[in-house]
């Protein structure tokens, strides 16, 4: 249930990172776009990401994950 709320709490700001990963990178949009559907879990989830992460009071140094299949969205807040 709480899964559930987050989604449906944060819908509004996937879908606005969404529009923005839609108009930088509209081949690779697609590809995600396909692949949660094909792997959606819940209706709340508005998509495309496959996966989200809370990630508090941690700090690192920039960084990037060579294994990682395409773009992720990152934004702070606070």
Same mark, same amino acid.
Not at 13 to 28: K, N, R
């Given at each position: 249930m709480a899964v559930r709320y987050y989604y449906m709490a944060t819908a /509004?700001? #996937?879908?606005?990172? %969404?529009?923005?990963? &839609?108009?930088?990178?509209? @081949? /690779?949009? #697609?590809?995600?776009? %396909?692949?949660?559907? &094909?792997?959606?879990?819940? @209706? /709340?989830?508005p998509g495309p990401w496959l996966g989200r992460a809370i990630v508090y009071k941690l700090q690192v140094r920039p960084h990037q994950d060579?294994?990682?299949g395409g773009p992720t969205a990152i934004f702070n807040v606070g």
């Open positions: /509004e700001v #996937a879908l606005f990172l %969404e529009s923005y990963f &839609a108009a930088a990178f509209p @081949t /690779e949009h #697609a590809q995600y776009k %396909e692949a949660f559907a &094909a792997g959606v879990w819940l @209706t /709340e989830d060579r294994l990682d």
